[in-house]
Each structure stands twice: as structure tokens, then as C-alpha cells.
């Protein structure tokens, strides 16, 4: 496929996927209970949003990388994010013996 | 070839297809080992959906990133804690209605504003890779434009695996 | 230099206000004493060579809009004299306490008092416009109120400290209101700024002519200057006042403080001479109020009531002298006042101080063999206030008197007189019941004693200057002071006005000088006769004879039960009035304003679950709205 050529995908159906990724991986985020699926569903609306940055680099009104590295960016924060959180996890997890969101309430308290 | 029925679309739809398939079963699963292979689906799926788009490389460091190394920690970060977690069949409560409401409606009104607009698709005469090969295109750009931003990344992942470390370690006083 | 004058009592101030507590008590003391010493030396300096009167040295203090307030010092011929006045008068005051006050527990906490007194004081005096004036006045009214109720655990002390505080708040009342009125009409604060609006042809605000105003904001100078100098009918917090320390009571309430309204006068003396009414009504209620304070003085058992009267009635003089016009005689009159009358308190203080703190003096008796040297010295400042020649009140007294008589003032002149009279009579039986005679009281007899060198240099000193300081506007010396004063006018101080405006002078008369000697040897004569050696039984006869003036004389007019029985109690149900509105009106207003609150925090405390999820969902929510409203417009701008 290559660098060039015409893509009959329209754009509005790509954004449409990545629409109702988000909102999917936004429901999880808020109902879920077990905190790893939290994080997951937040892996799922960052995709979404990669989605759409590889969509418009090809299919924007004047075609270039910038969305692709921008999504390379992306996926390297969603990383370190995804780390720092799972080892966030594993040390509540010590202390508190629970993975459940709703478990971590000390804010009320 | 009508441009609906093109080998791209009928691709794009699969892949679609199979992206919001995993998608709705990360949601509906109850055992949380089955939801991180859901969503290990879904990763693979935007991978293909990126190659697809003529964005190789993007595919396949998605598919090394998420669908390899993000998806394996999560399966390490349930054993280490609950492997037997499983998410109970919960009741409806008025949160999470609101939260279906919320999300539904949201999703309602992203597809209308999509749904009212004219989008471009592109330019077929622009070559994004500039005459070189996608992956030796972006190498140029990360090392020429995106110099900074790419170091200042490079830093945050010093940063983040160093506080990972640090935040997962075991220390004297836990019990 | 200037700055320097009330600066040294303010760095006092600060090192006995932070490590008083820690010092000695002669160290203390002499902080103190030092600090006012320099600032007198200051004040000398200044007096000799004042420069151009009414030169302002200021720095910019507030700028608001376009008007620039100032906070400065200004010298001239009066205030120089003012702040020569005070500083010397504090230095001896200061000393003096080391003796009277020693041993005292709180003796740093009363000389920081007392230095914070002197700075305002010198800052008052040296003021470059109303408003920086008016705060130095409320300072001194501040001082005078911790120093009243220095013996707090004292009730008496602490409700006279009260009383002296809210009498004298009624006048600064009037005072602020004629500053306000001021500024509204001439925009500044400055003396020469308002002086020059005032004799502008434009001067008056929307609702009042300028002459109504002139006379409006004057009285309402003069109230505060009512308050502060004591005038009836304000007159009645200087006699409790008393119960403060006696230096206190020789500082403050006889020398400097009380001075501040008769200086307050004289500084706005430009504006007074503009309006008739205003100057008659200063000439009056001085008058009042030296005729009343002399006749409540002649019968007062308390040794320093009497002399306390005695300093309402002179400052009644030093009114009526500047009502008449004769602006330099009342300055002079305070000058010459300053000396003999803080000498009396301090005299006074001995003779307490030696018998324990007993102040009756039908307790006292034939102490001049025990105290010599407060004996001569109190013998000079009585007859300097008796106004005998040649000592100092005799050539102010006078050159009120003949002022009055010259100017026109026929009746303020018999009130003079018949003041000077009654003057000459109560200081003399004061005199000779506590030095004259025989010990009524043996047992405070036996144990009295002089104070120590502390207490005997002030009292000489001042016993000095009682006696001389008279000499320096006598027509001999070509009537320095008053030439001195007059070189005020026409200057920046007194923006506008020439030497007749401001004070009229008058040479002297023989004739009636010897009239007034006569009349006050007179008084001392019937003093004698009444209290001398052997006659305690013709005054109880007097007083029989008397009868129901005796009475009056002795209650004080019966105004503090007056005023008890309608200000005071009128202004009790005022306050039970506010007390019920703000009990039943403003509290509930309050409550329900807390209740309010209260639940409005007890309802959103709902939300705040903690869960993050909750949050999510409502911010979802909110993301959604938001879009909506955007799709709905047809975009974000």
C-alpha cells in the first residue's frame, strides 16, 4: 500500500470506529470494578484516540507523518502510564489486599 | 470497483468489526483474565486498522507496545494480585445507568457531529513517506523535527520505569 | 532633624516594648530618660533656630487618585515652643517615675507607655496635616487610657480609664467629622491648603456658604479640643482621670495632653479668626469651665482632684484667651501652665508617695518641717498659679486678663477674675492643710519621708521654671515670646493671614495688674484665715454657713449624677435596644446564615463519594452537555 494512493475508506466511518471505541473504553472506565480493568479501559480510549491521529495523517486535508509520530508518542506515554499504574496497583494492593476501586475511598474518610 | 465494495472497505469493516467485537466482550466478561485478552483483540485489531492506513510502522510497534508488552503486564499484574478476580454481576445502580446513559449519549452525539460533517479523505497524489519507506520516513522526522519531544519521551520512560521500581518494590514496614 | 525629636521616644519605645520586660529597672528608666533628653536637646535646637516657620519635611504616605497625603513633620515658631514644652516636661516627668514608680511590678510596661505618650506627643506637635494630626491625637487619647488604667485591678482605675477614653472619643468625634468637612471642601489635609481655601471667595460645600461652613467645621475643631482639653461639658473624665499614676497625672493630664486642644486651637487658629461666632463660642465655654472647675476645686478633700480642677480651670483660661483673640497669651499661658502645674503634680506625687498613697488631705498636716524640699517647691508653683509677681503665672494670667478687659470682654473679665480669685484660695488651703499646721494623721506622719534625688532634681527644676519662666514676655525684655509666636503669621504655617489675624496684643496696664495681685492675695488672705495655724473650726463654720453652695461646690455641680441620669442611662437603653436587635434580629440572621451553609455542605458532601468512578461519570456527563451545546450552536465560537 505504500506511502501514496488513494484510500476509499471514507474518514467520517474511521472517526466513527474510534467514536464508539471511546465511549466503549469510557463506560468500562467508570463501571468497572477491578482497578486493572479501569486502567485497561483507559488503554482502550487512548487507542481510540490513536486511531484517529493515523486516520487524519493520511487522510487529512493535506496528508503528512505528523499524525503518525504523534501517535508513536502516544503509545509510549500509554506505557509508562500503563507501568506506573500497575506498580501503583501491586503497592495498594499490599497495603489494602483489594483491586477494587470502590475499596479505595480514603478520600472520603 | 465501486468504492464501497473495494477489498478496503470489505477489510476495513472486518477489522471493525472485530475491534468493537473484542471490545463489547472486554465489557461483558466476568472473569478479568478473559477482559486483558479481550482487550489484547482490540490492540491487534487498531494494529491492522494502522496498516491498513498505510501506517506500518505505527502497526506493528502497536503491536509489539500493546499487544505484547502492555497486555503481558496486565496479565502479570492479576496474577501478582487476584488472579481469581472476577467481576460479580452487579445490580444496576444509579451510577453506573448514568454512566450508560453518559456514554451512550456521548457516543450519540460524537457520531452526529461526525455524521454533519464534510470530511476530506486526503490527498492520493501526497506521498506521506516522502519517496522513502514509512519506517525510514518517521525514523528521519523523529531525528530531525522531533528531536526534543522525542528525547523529552525518552526521559519519561527513565522516569517511569525508574518510579515503577520504586513504587512496586517491597518494602520493610509493608506487611 | 526634626524626625529625629519624636524618633528618639519611638526607638525607646521599641527597645523597652521588646526587651523591657528582660532590663533592670534603672536601665530601663534610663533608656527612656536618655532617649526624651536628646529629643529635648533636639527641641532646643529647634526652638533657637526654627528656620522658616511652616516648612514641611514629608515623604508620600498614601496616593489615592489625585490626592497626595502626606506624612511629615512641620516646624514653626509654635511648634518648636510646643515640642520644647513637651520634651522637657517629659524628660523631668520620666525621671521623676524612676522614684515614684519603683519597684512596681509592671514598671517596663508603664515607661513603654509612657515613651509611646512622648512620641505621640512630639508628633502631634510637629504634625504637617490634619490627618497625620488627628491619628497622633487618637494615639495620645490611647496612651492617656492605658496610663489611667495602669492600676487596672484598681475598678476605680479601670472605670476612670474608661470614662476618659469615651468622653474624650465624643469630642475626637467632632473633630473628625470638621477634618472630613475640611477635605470635602478644600480636597487636602494640609493646614496652609485648607487655610487658603477657607479665605477663597469659592470656599463651601453644596449645602452650606462658606462662612456657615467656616463656623461649622470650627465648633466642630473646637468639640474635640473640648474633649481633650477637659472644657465643660466635657470636663468630667480629668478629674477621675486622677487615678492614674501621679506622674501620669503631671505628664498628661496637667502639661502636655490636655494642652493638645488649646494647641489644637492655635494651630487652627486662621480658621477660628474667620468666624465671630466660632471665637465667641471658644471665649465662652472657656470661661464656663474655669469659673465651674474653680469653684468644684475649692472644696475637693483628694488632693489631686484639686489640683485637677485646678487644670480645667486653667486650660478654661488659656480658651477664653484664644477666644478673645489673644491667640500668643493662651500659647503662653499653656507655656508658663506646663511648668508650675506638672511641678504641683509632682509635688504632689512626693507628698503621697511619702505617706503611703493617702491622698486626703484632712489626713495630711504640717508636712513642711518632713518635706522641705517639696514643700518650697510646691509654696513657688502655687504661687506662680495664684498668679503673685513676679513668678510665671502672674505675667499670663494677666496678659489674659488685660486682654479680655482690652478686648471688650467685660464679663469674661469678671469671670477671670472671680476664677483667679477662687485659684488663689483652694491652692493656698491645699497649701496649708497639707504642709501647714499640725499632723492629723500621726501614724503617716512618722513614716514620711522626701523620695530620692530621682524625685527632688525634677521638682527643683521645674520649681525654677514655675518661677521664671514668666520673665520671658515681660515688657522689660520687649515681649519675646509673644514677638516670637507672631512670627508665625503670614508665613506658609499660617497661609494667609497677618499679624493682627492671629493675635491681638495689648501692653500692659498697672492698674489692673495690681487688681489682679489684689485679688489673689486676697484669695490666699481668706485661705489663710480659714486654714491657717489655728482655725480648722472656721471652716467647718464656712461650710455650715454656706450651706447648700457648699454642697453643690463639693458634689461637683451634681453633673456626673446629670449626666448619669440621662446620657448614660439613655445611652444604656440604646445599647439594650442594639442588644435585643442583635440578639433576636442579627444573631438569627447569623444562625440561619450557618444553618445555610451547613447544609449546603451537608448536601454536597453527598457527592463527594470518594469513588472516582462517581466523578467520572459526572464529568462524562458534563463532556456531553458541553458537546451538545456546541452541536446545538453550530460550533465552539
Not at chain 3, 532634681?457 to 518661677?467: E, K, S, T, W
Not at chain 3, 485679688?519 to 482655725?535: D, E, K, N, Q
Request: charged share 10%; hydrophobic share 55%.
Amino acid at each position: 500500500m505504500g506511502g501514496t494512493g488513494a484510500i476509499q475508506i471514507p474518514t467520517g466511518s474511521i472517526l466513527a470506529l474510534g467514536a464508539i471505541l471511546f465511549c466503549i473504553g469510557l463506560y468500562g472506565a467508570l463501571t468497572k470494578r477491578n482497578l486493572i480493568m479501569v486502567l485497561v479501559s483507559i488503554e482502550l480510549m487512548l487507542n481510540a484516540a490513536n486511531v484517529n491521529l493515523v486516520a487524519f495523517s493520511r487522510l487529512g486535508v493535506s496528508p503528512n507523518l505528523n499524525g503518525q509520530i504523534f501517535s508513536l508518542f502516544t503509545i509510549t506515554v500509554a506505557a509508562a502510564e500503563i507501568a506506573v499504574g500497575l506498580a501503583l496497583l501491586l503497592a495498594v494492593f499490599r497495603v489494602r489486599k483489594t483491586t477494587e476501586v470502590r475499596d479505595l475511598d480514603l478520600h472520603r474518610r | 470497483m465501486s468504492p464501497l465494495w473495494s477489498a478496503q472497505m470489505i477489510a476495513f469493516f472486518l477489522i471493525s468489526l472485530f475491534i468493537l467485537a473484542c471490545a463489547v466482550m472486554m465489557l461483558s466478561f466476568r472473569k478479568v483474565v478473559y477482559m486483558a485478552l479481550a482487550v489484547g483483540g482490540v490492540f491487534i485489531g487498531c494494529a491492522a486498522l494502522y496498516i491498513l492506513l498505510g501506517a506500518e510502522f505505527v502497526g506493528i510497534a502497536q503491536v509489539v507496545v500493546y499487544a505484547g508488552a502492555i497486555t503481558i503486564l496486565i496479565l502479570f499484574a492479576i496474577m501478582l494480585t487476584n488472579h481469581e478476580a472476577t467481576e460479580p454481576e452487579e445490580p444496576w445502580t444509579v451510577r453506573k445507568a448514568l454512566a450508560a446513559v453518559g456514554c451512550f449519549l456521548l457516543g450519540v452525539t460524537l457520531l452526529f457531529v461526525i455524521r454533519g460533517q464534510a470530511w476530506p479523505q486526503g490527498d492520493p497524489s501526497v506521498d506521506v513517506n516522502q519517496g522513502m519507506s514509512n519506517t525510514l520516513a518517521i525514523g528521519e522526522a523523529l531525528f530531525k523535527s522531533y528531536m526534543i519531544p522525542f528525547e523529552l519521551v525518552s526521559l519519561l520512560l527513565t522516569v517511569a520505569l525508574v518510579g515503577a521500581v520504586i513504587l512496586a518494590q517491597q518494602r520493610k514496614g509493608d506487611q | 532633624m526634626v524626625w529625629w525629636i519624636p524618633g528618639f521616644p519611638l526607638i525607646a519605645f521599641a527597645i523597652t516594648l521588646l526587651v523591657g520586660r528582660r532590663l533592670a529597672e534603672p536601665v530601663v528608666a534610663g533608656i527612656a530618660v536618655m532617649a526624651t533628653l536628646i529629643s529635648f536637646v533636639l527641641s532646643t535646637i529647634l526652638l533657637l533656630h526654627p528656620g522658616t516657620p511652616g516648612a514641611v519635611t514629608q515623604l508620600d504616605w498614601l496616593t489615592v487618585g489625585q490626592t497626595h497625603i502626606g506624612f511629615g513633620m512641620q516646624t514653626s515658631h509654635l511648634n518648636a515652643l510646643m515640642a520644647f514644652v513637651v520634651s522637657l516636661v517629659s524628660t523631668l516627668v520620666l525621671l521623676y517615675s524612676r522614684g515614684y514608680m519603683a519597684g512596681d511590678e509592671r514598671f517596663s510596661v508603664y515607661y513603654q507607655y509612657l515613651n509611646l505618650f512622648v512620641f505621640s506627643m512630639l508628633g502631634l506637635v510637629l504634625s504637617a496635616n490634619l490627618l497625620e494630626l488627628y491619628i497622633f491625637w487618637e494615639m495620645v487619647g490611647l496612651c492617656s487610657y492605658l496610663l489611667v488604667g495602669f492600676w487596672f485591678f484598681k475598678p476605680e482605675a479601670a472605670l476612670a480609664a474608661k470614662k476618659s477614653f469615651i468622653v474624650t472619643r465624643i469630642g475626637d468625634t467632632g473633630l473628625f467629622a470638621g477634618i472630613v468637612l475640611l477635605w470635602l471642601a478644600s480636597g487636602s489635609f494640609n493646614f496652609d491648603a485648607v487655610f487658603q481655601a477657607a479665605q477663597s471667595p469659592g470656599f463651601g460645600l453644596g449645602w452650606l456658604s462658606g462662612s456657615g461652613l467656616i463656623t461649622l467645621v470650627a465648633i466642630l475643631v473646637f468639640l474635640g479640643a473640648v474633649g481633650k482639653s477637659a472644657q465643660f461639658p466635657l470636663h468630667v473624665w480629668l478629674p477621675d482621670a486622677m487615678e492614674g499614676p501621679t506622674p501620669v497625672s503631671a505628664l498628661i493630664h496637667a502639661a502636655t495632653m490636655v494642652a493638645a486642644g488649646v494647641y489644637l486651637v492655635a494651630r487652627m487658629f486662621p480658621l477660628f479668626a474667620l468666624s465671630h461666632a466660632a471665637l465667641t463660642t471658644v471665649a465662652w465655654i472657656g470661661g464656663v469651665t474655669a469659673l465651674l472647675a474653680a469653684l468644684i476645686a475649692l472644696t475637693q478633700r483628694d488632693i489631686k482632684r484639686v489640683i485637677a480642677y485646678s487644670t480645667v480651670s486653667q486650660l478654661g483660661y488659656m480658651m477664653m484667651a484664644l477666644g478673645a483673640g489673644a491667640y500668643a497669651y493662651g500659647v503662653f499661658h499653656l507655656f508658663t501652665h506646663a511648668f508650675f502645674k506638672a511641678l504641683l503634680f509632682l509635688t504632689a506625687g512626693s507628698v503621697i508617695h511619702a505617706l503611703g498613697g493617702e491622698q486626703d488631705l484632712f489626713k495630711m498636716g504640717g508636712l513642711a518641717g518632713k518635706l522641705p524640699i517639696t514643700r518650697w517647691t510646691f509654696l513657688a508653683a502655687a504661687l506662680a498659679l495664684a498668679g503673685i509677681f513676679p513668678l510665671s503665672g502672674f505675667w499670663s494670667k494677666d496678659a489674659i486678663l488685660t486682654a479680655l478687659l482690652a478686648g471688650g470682654h467685660g464679663i469674661l473679665y469678671a469671670v477671670g477674675l472671680i476664677t483667679a480669685f477662687c485659684t488663689a484660695f483652694y491652692i493656698f488651703r491645699l497649701y496649708f492643710l497639707a504642709f501647714a499646721g499640725t499632723p492629723r494623721d500621726e501614724a503617716l506622719y512618722a513614716h514620711a519621708h522626701e523620695g530620692g534625688w530621682v524625685m527632688t532634681v525634677p521638682q527643683v527644676v521645674l520649681g525654677v521654671l514655675a518661677v521664671m519662666a514668666g520673665w520671658w514676655n515681660t515688657p522689660i525684655g520687649g515681649h519675646p515670646i509673644e514677638r516670637y509666636l507672631l512670627g508665625d503669621a503670614g508665613t506658609s504655617f499660617f497661609a494667609g493671614t497677618s499679624a493682627g489675624d492671629i493675635g491681638h496684643v495689648y501692653p500692659e496696664n498697672v492698674l489692673w495688674m495690681v487688681i489682679s495681685l489684689v485679688v489673689a492675695l486676697a484669695g490666699i488672705g481668706l485661705a489663710a484665715w480659714m486654714y491657717g495655724a489655728r482655725a480648722d473650726q472656721r471652716a467647718a463654720a464656712a461650710a455650715s454657713a454656706a450651706g447648700p453652695l457648699y454642697r453643690v461646690s463639693l458634689r461637683k455641680f451634681y453633673l456626673d449624677e446629670i449626666y448619669e441620669s440621662s446620657v448614660v442611662r439613655a445611652g444604656k437603653w440604646l445599647a439594650r435596644i442594639a442588644d435585643g436587635l442583635d440578639r433576636f434580629v442579627i444573631q438569627s440572621i447569623v444562625y440561619l446564615a450557618s444553618r445555610m451553609t451547613y447544609a449546603a455542605g451537608w448536601g454536597l458532601r453527598l457527592l463527594q463519594t470518594g469513588q472516582v468512578q462517581t466523578y467520572g461519570v459526572v464529568a462524562a456527563l458534563g463532556l456531553f452537555v458541553l458537546i451538545a451545546i456546541a452541536m446545538l450552536r453550530g460550533g465552539v465560537m
